[in-house]
């Protein structure tokens, strides 16, 4: 029910004064940060909450960090209320423990008004280099959470305003580049300092108790019109499933993610029954990680464009089944949990596929291609950089998907080839389109990226992340499934060899690594394509002459121009060959249903 003491007015101008507060501590965070992970590629978060650690702003940043922060925040909270200061700082990375994968280490700061925490300011960085038995603190192999680095239980970091020196020794002394930690850490609280002081002039104006009301009634109304949302949904009960290539340990066994969306009036109940027993490897995902996509899943089929806060997850309830990829016990390790949250939108959104119809895109690519270079400079300084490669969207009802992007929960940014060459020993040979690695459709899909690195000096410890090895994005209602990604290496002068989706591997001077990230998915008969449509892929280089003979029905002349009469005969032969289609998803190998 509104709230009648609260105007509407002024509601909307804090919101957004809000939110631009938010923005400006990710800007801060970005431009003050020290390793390319936050610098370039804008792995971090920022986002500010009340006092009983609801959101109530972020920034436009990670989506994979939707439900990190308020999950870190309200476990501060319950440890900390009552004994905070203004001038206090709270860290956390573990994610047994309020926290997520361990290189993501979050500070929180309260904002003190009247002698009591009126609201917190809290921001979440990715660290180079956290620790553990691999540079960059990222071990595809790791079987439990003591090999992935150090675990920072919630401490204060910095008690009314005075620093934990004992804290940033024990960090300094954990980590390959204590320098970089410091550097980052200093990032993120320049971004903290931000969001305190800009907050604590909006307080001073409006006053505490006013501030509140206007909060509770921002979250309510969040609430509301996602329920508005829901309740437009059919009802019913849609489950869907979908895999991972492996668990980094076992590479035989697909881990399977299934959900079950149950929709009821405006709730949304979300069933993870039936998804793999908890894995040996390191894709388990923590609780923080997995509400994170489940926070993504549901605002981007309710109200995307709507305010982001805690108050637009509350018709949300989730079973998790104890002790699976999708709820560990620890020690359980947890690192790579960014693809098991990929794969987890992927099935969500794919369940929702079936409870609206018309309204869903097919499959993006499905993974965040990160490989960690790490070695020594030519002072003999030990150096770590962090690479990502984009994949394709997948294509929707009524467009096609978008080319070279991080797509669902991940929102990295480019690593520019500059940047790269300029500070580390390495060379980006190549940096393109990857010609048909879209799924075909009425609406194809954006195509992904093939990006090929050589070492140039000494000796290099390269991990690398990525999936979609074994089982392709799923196209919709006729649309194709995008191929399989594929990663190689090139030692010196002998040819590629196919390497698994995850691995630590040596590298000398003179190899290369070359990853090609599949795009989306196809929606729709790809036959019914318009040609002039296809006819400018091919003359882009993105789609070839034979795909858009085999996949589109579409006959080029050796001028490129379309032979009309050839394509009429050849979509004929390729529709009789194919007969009616009955289905709705198309899993490539894995098949149709």
């Given at each position: ?5 609260v105007d509407?007015i ?5 919101r ?12 801060a965070l970005?431009?003050?940060a020290?390793?390319n992970?936050?610098k ?7 986002a500010l909450f ?15 960090q939707?439900?990190?922060l308020?999950?870190a925040v ?8 009552g ?13 047994y ?6 290189p ?12 009591a925490?009126?609201a917190?300011a ?7 280099d ?5 540079p960059?603190s990222?071990?595809?192999?790791s079987?439990d959470?003591?090999q992935?680095g150090?675990?920072?239980p ?5 008690d009314?305003g005075?620093?934990n ?5 024990f960090i300094?002394r954990?980590?390959?580049l204590?320098?970089i930690?410091?550097g ?11 969001g305190?002081t ?5 307080l001073d104006?409006?006053g505490?108790?006013s501030?509140r009301?206007?909060?509770?009634e921002?979250?309510d109304?969040a609430e509301?019109?996602?329920r508005?949302f829901?309740?437009m949904?059919?009802p019913?009960?849609y ?10 340990i076992d590479r ?20 993870f029954?039936g ?9 388990n995902?923590d609780?923080a990680a997995?509400m994170?996509?489940?926070?993504f ?10 305010p ?5 997850f ?13 709820n560990?016990?620890a020690?359980?390790?947890?690192n790579?949990?960014t693809?098991?949250m990929?794969r ?13 119809p ?8 499905g993974s965040?291609?990160?490989a960690?270079?790490?070695g020594?400079?030519d002072?003999g300084?030990p150096y770590?950089?962090?690479d ?10 009524q ?5 070279s ?9 480019n ?6 060459e300029?500070?580390y020993?390495?060379r980006?040979?190549s940096y ?5 690695s879209?799924?075909?459709?009425r ?15 000494g000796?290099v410890t390269?991990?690398?992340r990525?999936?979609r ?6 196209g919709?209602?006729?649309g194709?499934p995008a191929p399989l ?5 090139k030692?010196?002068?002998?040819g590629y ?6 691995g630590?591997?040596?590298?000398t ?18 036959l019914?394509?318009?040609s ?5 892929d091919?003359?882009d ?9 085999e ?5 080029l002349?050796?001028?490129l121009?379309i ?6 005969v050849?979509r004929?032969?390729l529709?009789?060959?194919?007969g009616?289609?009955s289905w709705?998803f198309?899993?490539?190998e894995l098949?149709v249903?």
């Amino acid at each position: 029910m509104h709230n009648d003491a609260v105007d509407p007015i002024t509601l909307e101008v804090l919101r957004n004064r809000l939110e631009a507060i938010a923005q400006e501590m990710q800007d801060a965070l970005v431009r003050s940060a020290y390793s390319n992970i936050i610098k370039e590629g804008h792995d971090c978060s920022a986002a500010l909450f009340d006092s009983g650690g609801e959101v109530i702003a972020q920034a436009t940043a990670l989506p994979a960090q939707l439900g990190v922060l308020p999950t870190a925040v309200k476990r501060m909270v319950a440890i900390f209320e009552g004994k905070l200061s203004d001038g206090d700082v709270l860290a956390v990375n573990d994610p047994y423990d309020g926290g997520t994968h361990l290189p993501d280490i979050c500070l929180i700061a309260p904002i003190v008004k009247d002698g009591a925490v009126a609201a917190y300011a809290a921001c979440i960085a990715h660290h180079q280099d956290i620790g553990g038995k691999t540079p960059g603190s990222l071990p595809t192999d790791s079987t439990d959470i003591f090999q992935e680095g150090l675990r920072i239980p919630p401490i204060k970091l910095y008690d009314k305003g005075a620093r934990n020196e004992t804290a940033f020794a024990f960090i300094a002394r954990n980590v390959r580049l204590p320098k970089i930690t410091a550097g980052d850490l200093g990032a993120q609280l320049a971004s903290l300092h931000v969001g305190r002081t800009r907050l604590a002039s909006l307080l001073d104006e409006h006053g505490a108790q006013s501030f509140r009301a206007y909060m509770v009634e921002l979250l309510d109304r969040a609430e509301r019109v996602t329920r508005q949302f829901i309740a437009m949904i059919k009802p019913g009960e849609y489950s869907f499933e979908d895999y991972l290539d492996d668990d980094g340990i076992d590479r035989q066994t697909l881990v399977r993610i299934r959900a079950t969306v149950s929709v009821k009036g405006s709730d949304l109940n979300i069933d993870f029954t039936g998804s793999s027993p908890q894995l040996n490897g390191p894709l388990n995902a923590d609780r923080a990680a997995l509400m994170s996509a489940v926070f993504f899943a549901v605002k981007s089929v309710t109200d995307p464009m709507g305010p982001t806060n805690g108050g637009s997850f509350r018709p949300i309830k989730l079973i998790l089944p104890e002790a699976s990829v999708v709820n560990p016990k620890a020690p359980a390790p947890v690192n790579a949990r960014t693809h098991t949250m990929k794969r987890i939108v992927d099935t969500l959104l794919g369940a929702m596929v079936q409870a609206m119809p018309g309204r869903v895109p097919a499959a993006p690519c499905g993974s965040v291609r990160v490989a960690i270079f790490s070695g020594l400079d030519d002072s003999g300084e030990p150096y770590m950089c962090s690479d990502f490669s984009t994949g394709g969207t997948g294509g929707q009802p009524q467009r096609d998907g978008v080319d070279s992007l991080e797509t669902d929960i991940a929102n990295t940014m480019n690593m520019p080839a500059e940047s790269l060459e300029l500070n580390y020993p390495i060379r980006v040979v190549s940096y393109r389109l990857w010609e048909d690695s879209a799924g075909a459709g009425r609406q194809r899909g954006g195509f992904g990226v093939e990006r090929e690195i050589e070492i140039l000096r000494g000796q290099v410890t390269m991990t690398l992340r990525e999936d979609r090895h074994r089982t392709q994005p799923w196209g919709l209602y006729g649309g194709r499934p995008a191929p399989l990604a594929i990663a190689e290496i090139k030692r010196g002068a002998g040819g590629y060899e196919k390497i698994p989706s995850k691995g630590v591997y040596r590298l000398t001077a003179g190899d290369r690594v070359r990853c090609r990230v599949s795009g989306g998915a196809g929606y729709g008969d790809p036959l019914e394509r318009d040609s002039v449509n296809v006819r400018e892929d091919v003359i882009d280089r993105k789609v070839s002459v034979e795909a858009a003979r085999e996949s589109y029905g579409v006959i080029l002349r050796p001028d490129l121009a379309i032979d009309i009469a050839a394509t009429d005969v050849q979509r004929a032969k390729l529709g009789e060959a194919r007969g009616k289609i009955s289905w709705t998803f198309d899993r490539g190998e894995l098949g149709v249903q």
